[in-house]
């Protein structure tokens, strides 16, 4: 898994109007769960930019008062007209505990069901994924080289070691449709 490392100040004073003057100054408060107490503190806008703006996932490496903790991104809260953030929840990571994150999906392989004129449909863009922090792969791979017209993968057919996968075992990720052209051609067939 990636890492990114970002610095952040203490926060003395946690209130909104603390908060509206590091927004302000181009800064978001944030705050880091899960240690032994919460610690509060301010990031600048510019370091999150390649954290929250972005497909990918990564872990943080987060420097607070010379502390260096390894985190992930809980949540982010965003404002409705700019799409700032507005607000970071981390999470400390624990070697020894489990955490689960959203991952992305990545189709490998060449379907033989789109290459007659079938349509690739993706339900799912990101699993739910619960592994130690050590084994969080950066993508969960899904083969389609199997995928013919009207076949489908499902969550409940992915097995991998090291991690599992939370969604709903009956949920598609993947399948492939019978597209409007050949349809079309299936009919003129027919006559």
Known sequence: MKSIAISGSPRENVGKRDAKELRYEG??????YGGKTQVHFSVSATDLKGLVYTPDVQFVDLEVAGV?????????????????PLHVDFLALDAKK??????PVKLTGTSPGVKIGGKLVQKLRKLRV???????????????TKLDVG?????????????????NPADTIVSVTMSRALKQAENDGKK
């Open 68 to 84: 260096i903790t390894q985190a992930i991104v809980q949540e982010v809260q965003f404002h409705p007209l700019t799409d700032l």
């Open 130 to 144: 619960k592994a130690l922090p050590a084994n969080m792969p950066q993508n969960v791979e899904v083969s389609i």
């Open 151 to 167: 076949k489908s993968v499902g969550v409940g057919e992915l097995k991998f070691d090291g991690f599992a996968i939370t969604n």
């Open 98 to 103: 489990p955490v689960v994150m959203e991952i």
């Open 27 to 32: 800064k978001v408060p944030a705050v880091l």
